[in-house]
């Protein structure tokens, strides 16, 4: 994105970059980053995003549980669905779920269509799963 700043010498203009990083195989991390040229906004977002990983819980597939989850003005709803049915999710949401490892999951996108508010509460629903399943497991 372009982001313009007026000030008394004229326009100053810098880029925002937007990152999703993940190895397919239950951890991913968002980045986001501000340069004054694009390709140093997308590294930088690329070395936050590595720093701020996450491991998802998954359970095949699939993720293991519902969520509802809120960020911002976002809500972004999770499910899981039997194997085989795909990944059932649109724009940003489809992106991370894809970067965790995540192959087969119903997501629904509420309230706001800002793209980074939604990466960010798809982020923290895969984080409410991960902490849900860990509950779990010391409850067994």
Known sequence: NRISKKT???NQIRFSALVVVGDKKGKVGVGLS?????????????????RRLVTVSLRGTTVPYSV??????AKILIRPTPPGS???AGGPARVVLEAA???DASA???GTKN???????T??????ISQIAKAKEKEE
């Open 123 to 128: 982020l923290k629903a895969l984080e409410t």
């Open 68 to 73: 509802l989850e809120k960020f911002s003005a």
């Open 86 to 88: 795909g990944l059932i």
């Open 108 to 110: 629904k996108i509420l």
């Open 8 to 10: 008394k010498g004229g």
């Open 115 to 121: 793209k980074i508010s939604n990466v960010y509460a």
């Open 34 to 50: 501000k340069a004054k040229d694009v390709r140093s906004a997308i590294s930088k977002a690329v070395v936050a995003a590595k």
């Open 101 to 103: 490892g995540v192959k």
